[in-house]
């Protein structure tokens, strides 16, 4: 009897591009994030928190957007008169 390979059944499939994933994964690793890159391709994350949700979408983020992207992003952090509450 043929068996398939056994995928995890826990967390959420994230779609990222294939040649990405394993960099994706090692970084989710070292943030201490749950995830597996299964035989299918596809990168699943275990997100318990909304802080781990925050690291997994940077971390998408890093790989998926061009470095102008990230530049554009940062001048409008740095030019917003938002005041983090935090450092009220």
Known sequence: ????????????????????????????????????????????????HALALLLVRSAVRQFSTSRQEGIDWLERCWQSQEVCAANS
């Open 1 to 48: 009897m043929n068996q398939s390979p056994t995928l995890p059944s826990w967390g959420q499939t994230v779609s990222v591009r294939r040649c990405d994933r394993w960099s994706i994964h090692r970084r989710l690793q070292e943030l201490n994030i749950p995830c597996a890159c299964p035989a299918d391709g596809t990168l699943r994350v275990e997100v318990n």
